[in-house]
């Protein structure tokens, strides 16, 4: 594993206009990153993919767990909203995608920072925009990256109607970006696929239903449930049909806490980090991480505080694995699970060992022959 310094394509922002990547400066700031890429052997690739499945399998046991056992109130899920998720679960509601992100130095094991089991993006640049970065090159390189044809065979599993809607929050670039991005995947596999406004789902008194009135069968939200679940919204949840992508289980591996009920179930697994629900108990210096917490905000480290609206909020107490150093940037390995199997990774870099919404998407390649 290293990390290349180079030239960006001259033509780097008409190429991303073209492919309807809006995001790729946000605040006047690149945050797709194409003066450096990061290469990896073959063989490390084939690492990342073993730890990846192998922390979902581990993933999956511990939900099952967590709903035998009741574990809610650790996992700072409230009482309302746990009849949904153990009825979601039950159900075995498929989940489409989740990300992991990894510690990864091409040395050690890869270890679980924290599992995006709910609204993961940085999605469209993994799939699409890193490829044709890769493609652009010529440089006869390969890339992890499955994840547009993973998506396009997962839909037709979901077990869904032939009709799908589609819906975030206003005034997210990348939300959005993302969402028209699972959309057309989901027309690429036969899937009607509307679009609304997270504002524009109304209720009939007995369903959901869009703006032309007809019921909301199925919907994809890239907005978490444990906001939906607190807004007067969320109160016609448990009485309608409504199948939610992702499902109401991914609350459980979407709280922090989950991670120290994966290292309470796999002690001293080499993938989990010692994680717990109280301080000084890791063996040496740890991350305070809250437990509904998003894109590094108010992370206490060895080496800082970060700002951001979540500090009132529990706590996870988490070894500290500081992330390895290339050329002064910190990246954290985004390995993206669909359909439950590994299929890609993305990179998010930063000059800080926290990864934040301002941390640059840099492209991958590999060498060395065929991951297997």
Partial sequence: MRRIAHDPRPDRRERARRMGFAFAVIAGEPYWDEAAHYEFG????????????????????AVEFAVRQGL??????????????????????????????????????????EYNADT????FEAAVVQWEWLESGGSGADQFNAIHEALIAAWPRMGLPGRVHFTCARDSAEDRGTVDY???????????????????????????????????????????????????????IPAARTRWIEPAWRLIPASKAFLSLLWHLNPDHPNLLAAYLEPGLTGGPELAKPLWGRE??????????????YADQPKLY??????????????????????????????????????????RFVPHSFTGGTAT
């Avoid at 063989?43 to 046991?61: F, P, Q």
């Avoid at 997270?198 to 909301?216: K, M, N, S, T």
């Avoid at 699970?337 to 299929?343: H, Y």
Wanted: proline share 8%; with cysteine.
């Fill in 42 to 61: 073959a063989a490390e690739i084939d690492v990342l993919e073993d730890a990846t499945n192998a922390i979902e399998a581990l993933s999956m046991a």
């Fill in 182 to 236: 699972l959309r057309d995947t989901a027309i690429q596999a036969g899937i009607e696929s509307p679009f609304l406004h997270l504002d524009e789902i109304g209720w009939d008194g007995r369903r959901f239903v869009d703006l032309e009135a007809a019921e909301i069968a199925a919907v994809f939200k890239l907005y978490p449930w444990d906001w939906l679940l607190g807004e007067a919204f969320g109160a016609n």
């Fill in 72 to 113: 809610n109130g650790p996992l700072g899920i409230p009482d309302g909203a746990w009849p949904i998720v153990v009825r979601s679960w039950e159900a075995r509601e498929p989940s489409l995608y989740g990300r992991l992100d990894l510690r990864f130095d091409g040395a050690g094991p890869p270890k679980l920072l």
């Fill in 120 to 123: 993961p993006t940085a999605l």
């Fill in 318 to 359: 988490q070894a500290y694995a500081e992330l390895p150093v290339f050329d002064g940037r910190y990246p954290v390995i985004g390995s993206w699970i669909i359909g439950g199997e590994a299929c890609g990774i993305g990179i998010r870099e930063d000059a800080t060992p926290i990864t934040r919404d301002t941390s």
């Fill in 296 to 309: 590094g905000a108010n992370i206490v480290a060895p080496g800082g505080v970060t700002d951001g609206p």
